[in-house]
């Protein structure tokens, strides 16, 4: 059996004000496609975090559709789970139609109490569950005693004990944190209040995890793997090797061999960092850039002077900014954003739409409310 491990598309990102997209489909369709067609595996496992948000634009609601539709072309079998990222309730839309099309969408814990067989191997689909999702499993199915106090880790224990043994290779597909994996700038808190690691041992009956949510590929156990992001989506991630693991799976020894196969990005990020006239002598480059600026004075309209070398400049940070009284100008500290400018800045970045006017005056109206000091 071959089985082909991805995950943290991110569909809809907004980069930094910059709409991903066009570029994220350009890479589907000659990048993961052909790789696919070409690779040849009887499953496509993705694990979580389809979306960039619960809400997704409009264009990467449809993006989806075509790489599914790819996928069923190349007659191979599919399970998707939703991440933290994720809108269960939207990913579940038409899913019973997808199933008699292999392609099978987990956005309950149906598929971790009856997981897919196919012949002696056994499939757990765990979708993104919080601690709250995970004891109303428990309380449901009567395997949470009385007596229990825990959270997290205990939780997820637990549940994997009561899982059904079935005899065969067992499979597990989840969106979640394990002991010893690497995260990076641009993973964001599972749930409010931080996340729990996992000790990888609870794991230990599985042949295989397949995970999502860290965006860099790895392997925190003999048996646990991350396929990290397709692509990278954050400046620090500029350095980092995209791709998917394959694995080749014996069903009747439950032996695997894995294989990470690289991928080309569709888009390229540069950070570059020194002082000003250094970097003006940088060649010419059409990645998408970062700039650090280490000048410790203010330099005259350095961000447009620098679009005319880099012009997909996107971030200028300044960070070696000195004030006239002598004290280091911290980048936290170089502008004070009030509550409208950074409700505005939010609504672009989740939206990619200012607000309106009538938003505008419910938020007036909602902080004249406040106390003073909320404000």
């Known amino acids: 059996m071959r089985i082909l491990h991805t995950a943290d598309w991110h569909l809809g990102k907004l980069f930094h004000g ?33 979306f960039d948000r619960p809400v ?7 993006l989806l559709g075509e790489i599914l539709t790819g996928l069923h072309e190349l007659g191979v079998t599919v399970a998707l789970i939703p991440g933290n990222h994720d809108s269960r309730e939207r990913l579940a839309f038409a899913r019973e139609l997808l199933a008699r099309l292999r392609i099978h969408v987990a956005v309950e814990e149906e598929f971790l109490l009856t997981p897919l067989r196919w012949g ?20 449901r199915q009567g395997w949470l005693p009385e007596t229990f106090s ?59 995890v397949l995970l999502g949510h860290l965006h860099q590929a790895q392997r925190p156990e003999e048996n646990i793997y991350y396929a990290g992001s397709p692509f990278p989506l954050s400046f620090s991630e500029a350095e980092i090797t995209k791709g998917v693991w394959l694995f080749e ?16 990005p569709p888009w390229e990020l540069k950070i570059i960092r020194g002082i000003f006239h250094e970097i003006l002598r940088e060649p010419p480059s059409s990645a998408y850039v970062k700039v650090i600026l280490e000048d410790e004075t203010p330099v005259p309209q350095a961000f447009e002077r620098l679009r005319k070398l880099f012009p ?46 009538e938003e505008r005056a419910l938020l007036t109206e909602a902080l004249r409310r406040l106390p003073e000091p909320l404000r």
């Open 120 to 139: 002696q191997v056994s499939l757990y689909l765990a979708p993104h569950l919080t601690p709250l999702h995970l004891k109303e499993i428990l309380e």
């Open 56 to 62: 997704p634009p409009a264009e990467a609601v449809g």
């Open 150 to 208: 825990g959270e997290g880790a205990r939780l997820w224990e637990l549940l994997l004990r009561n899982l059904p043994p079935l005899k065969g290779p067992r499979l597990f597909v989840g969106h979640l944190l394990v002991e010893g994996g690497r995260k990076g700038e641009s993973e964001l808190e599972l749930w409010v209040g931080g996340e729990e690691g996992l000790p990888g041992r609870i794991f230990r009956d599985f042949q295989l």
């Open 18 to 50: 910059l709409h991903l997209t066009g570029d994220q489909a350009r890479f589907f369709e000659t990048e993961f496609l052909p790789l696919v067609r070409d690779l040849r595996p009887d499953l496509v496992v993705v694990a979580g975090d389809i």
């Open 249 to 264: 799976l014996v069903p009747e020894t439950g032996r695997a061999s894995s294989e990470f196969i690289p991928l080309t």
């Open 312 to 357: 997909r400049l996107l971030v200028l940070e300044t960070p070696n900014l000195w004030a006239p009284s002598g004290e280091r100008l911290l980048p936290s500290t170089l502008r004070q954003w009030d509550t409208r400018e950074l409700f505005e800045i939010f609504l672009r970045e989740v939206g990619g739409r200012p607000p309106t006017d």
